[in-house]
């Protein structure tokens, strides 16, 4: 599931759950019952999940929770909710799960009174999510304290509820993919949902993973080819043709489509003088896309998108297809389309979908107008035109224009919470903004230590460093065009804040070249060029600036060699060495014997 349908799946789940006429019940573990020994597990809320839940959610508290709902809907604060399931019974039912105020005993919360007496009886017969072996399998992927785990059996049930039309050819997909899936929650904020997902399938050849599971960890290159209003991509990823293709023919067999490939393929080898196979071992597809956008009228077009081998020269043409079909045997039926009557070669991509299709896709790609150089919400207002779903959270990267008024690459700009050293302590703590710009510090456990009024977002860096050198450790970060430093007790350091002149987009990395706080550090301006200050926000002497013709998309990375210092610095097309003090780019021949 694509991390759009993801928060989707959460909002759904918990907004059910602010329902009028919301059943209680208070359960316990059973006394009568015969108890069965749960296997080492993340949350002890889970052996409280009936066993034919369709997907789990785990919340480490009701904040993490409550961040995931649309402005106004919260539930009853005492239930303080930790896991979240969704049952199917005509339609998907959520049932909230929460520890009571007795040992070993549990709140169960759900619109529908039949699920909480059917949790109840699932928990005194000692049943729960925890026997399905694929699930544990799923849960022994997952890590951290919020996780959210979907068995693809009821793909098509979630899709059709959290979704608009359109969609069924991915349930469909989903279900043949694998057992369950699990997504780790590595962050969630206002301007960043991020997560991590691995799949439970076992040994069966009938599932799909086992056709991937040897193809190596794939590079995907979709957004330099796909128009930048682009709505919905699916990528597949293949390194291997030859053992995908001999993987495929036992998933085939396995789920009893062999027969029909078979006749499809011959009948198209006798059209066309090639099989489905052969043609595509021909292109050396590395990449198949399928993918929707809005054309310039507003209307949603779809295409196939195909990385090949080698790169096609000279201007887009665009031709008739006679090999329509050919994607959908080789890679599934979810690379389908009604209409494959037209291809055309952009660099190395084969494009195949309707004529009115590829002229949009070959004007978007030859004015430069691809999705790698999205503003974030560009992106935002046409993902939510594809949703029924009020409020949608997408990653929103900082994004800039060049003064001609192009779009340029986007820059990752991280919102935290960012890990700090607490001297006092000894131990790491998170330094974060709230959605009020406070800036707070809290434990790893989620224990708040403080918080203080700040009027700006911070610049996505925040370094520990030792300004005095006495061993107390202080907090440095950026935030408009100046650095910033307090210390863990929450109070500014005097000298601070240090004026540099301009913006910052992302910083600042600090260094100790001297061993004695003498820090030096380098930051990311919003004009595209990589500054060097020392703490009293004073360029050295030596310092020619870095800039390139490329976005720079990230800070520059330390080099070290043969006592020699350069900076590798990461742009929208390769990464460039400088010279530790700036200047020009290094020349091939002087760099190539650095590791970077």
Known sequence: MSKKSLILCIVAAVLLLAGIGVALAFLYSGSGAPKKVAPPVRSALLSAVPSDAAAVICFSDLQTGAELLPAGIVPDPELKPSVVSLHYSGKLVPLMIAEGEEKGSYKFSSPSE????????????????????????????????????????????????????????????????????????????????????????????????NVLKDQGAGESRITDVLPSTTTFAFSLQISDLATYREAYQKYLDASQKLASFNRSSNALQGQNGISPMDWAQQLGIREVVLARWKNLDGNEETALFLRTKAAQKGEPVIE??????????????????????CRVSLGEWFVAGSRAALEDAVLAYT?????????PSLIITY???????????????????????????????????????????????????NENLYLCLKEVEGKGLWGVTFSEPICGRVETID?????????????????????????????????????????????????AGGYTALVLHTDNTIGMYNLHGEAPAQWKGISCADTILDLPKLVEDKGKRYWAVPTARETVVFDYWGGEPLKEKETKNLVY
């Open 383 to 433: 993902a939510k035109s594809r949703f029924n779903i009020e409020r949608v959270k997408i990653s929103g990267a900082d994004a800039r224009r060049s003064s001609g008024g192009a779009m340029v690459a986007k820059v990752e700009v991280p919102t935290g919470p960012f890990e700090v050293k607490n001297s006092g302590t000894g131990k790491t703590n998170l330094f974060y903004q």
């Open 114 to 209: 039949t699920l909480v007496n059917s949790a109840n009886r699932h928990l005194e017969g000692g049943e729960s999510i925890l026997d399905k072996e694929e699930f544990l399998q799923a849960l022994d992927q997952a890590s951290g304290r919020n996780m959210i785990l979907v068995t693809n059996e009821y793909a098509s049930n979630l899709v059709s509820s959290y979704f608009g039309s359109g969609y069924g050819a991915y349930a469909t997909f989903a279900k043949g993919l694998a057992d369950w899936m699990a997504f780790s929650v590595k962050e969630c904020s206002e301007r960043m949902l991020s997560l991590t997902g691995a799949a439970a399938y076992g040994n069966s050849a009938s599932y799909f993973m």
């Open 320 to 341: 008739e297809n006679a090999c329509a079909d050919y994607p959908a045997l080789v890679f599934g039926d979810l690379f389908r389309l009604k209409d494959e009557s």
């Open 367 to 375: 004015e430069g107008d691809r999705y790698a150089y999205a503003t």
């Open 467 to 515: 300004y005095y050198n006495n061993g107390k450790l202080q907090f440095l970060f950026a935030a408009g065009s100046k650095l910033y430093l307090i210390d863990r007790l929450g109070r500014f350091v005097k000298g601070f804040p240090a004026e540099l002149g301009k913006d910052v987009l992302l910083g600042p990395a600090a260094y100790d070249f001297t061993g």
